[in-house]
T-cell receptor, first 110, second 111 residues
Framework: LAKTTQPISMDSYEGQEVNITCSHNNIATNDYITWYQQFPSQGPRFIIQ???TKVTNEVASLFIPADRKSSTLSLPRVSLSDTAVYYCLVGENAGNMLTFGGGTRLMVKP | DAEITQSPRHKITETGRQVTLACHQTWNHNNMFWYRQDLGHGLRLIHY???????NKGEVSDGYSVSRSNTEDLPLTLESAASSQTSVYFC??????????FGPGTRLTVL
């Protein structure tokens, strides 16, 4: 499984756009990039998944450059309720195994 | 609505006792997983199953076992609880495409 590297923590303010970048230099051809969100005392929750270029849903956007060695999760206009830990994971869909790293702890301030 | 539940939500036990944590999902997912999360850390995979009667070891499987007798349930058993197994345990299930649905977690304390 490809190893991922992401910042340990980030601070932001309400209403700002937040971009969290994840490095995955050893990503394999069949690997997808998936992001999860975890609030305190809760299980992780799927946010978004992509393979290349850009994916957007009602919660976030995911930008993946052509070499796929990194990806950026973009959260538009964050609110206090977006304070959470965000995990970047890389793996094959068929395998369904995920390796969670330490994640990025996002703190949104008023 | 379909859901995934875990029981108990909190458990205190003593070293050496056998403990079983329940996980039940109503999505009819073939894939089910058990993770542990220690304070301030990410999740680590304990065991997983791709279907009935299928079980596989994850990265931290020592001291744990699972069995899959039906689609809905994947109980996790600690054969002889140790203090190092004090943690929060999350169960998850999925159909495909890496979108796992997680349960609310079980906080286990081994004294």
């Amino acid at each position: 499984l490809a190893k991922t590297t992401q910042p340990i923590s980030m601070d932001s303010y309400e209403g700002q756009e937040v971009n969290i970048t994840c490095s995955h230099n050893n990503i394999a051809t069949n690997d997808y990039i998936t992001w999860y969100q975890q609030f305190p005392s809760q299980g992780p929750r799927f946010i978004i998944q992509g393979y290349k270029t850009k994916v957007t849903n009602e919660v976030a956007s995911l930008f993946i450059p052509a070499d796929r060695k990194s990806s950026t999760l973009s959260l538009p206009r964050v609110s206090l309720s977006d304070t959470a830990v965000y995990y970047c994971l890389v793996g094959e869909n068929a395998g369904n195994m995920l390796t969670f790293g330490g994640g990025t702890r996002l703190m949104v301030k008023p | 609505d379909a859901e995934i539940t875990q029981s108990p939500r909190h458990k205190i036990t003593e070293t050496g006792r056998q403990v079983t944590l329940a996980c039940h999902q109503t999505w009819n997912h073939n894939n089910m997983f058990w993770y542990r999360q220690d304070l301030g850390h990410g999740l680590r995979l304990i065991h997983y199953s791709y279907g009935v009667h299928d079980t596989n070891k994850g990265e931290v499987s020592d001291g744990y076992s699972v069995s899959r007798s039906n689609t809905e349930d994947l109980p996790l058993t600690l054969e002889s609880a140790a203090s190092s197994q004090t943690s929060v345990y999350f169960c998850a299930s999925s159909f495909s495409v890496n979108e796992q649905f997680f349960g609310p977690g079980t906080r286990l304390t081994v004294l």
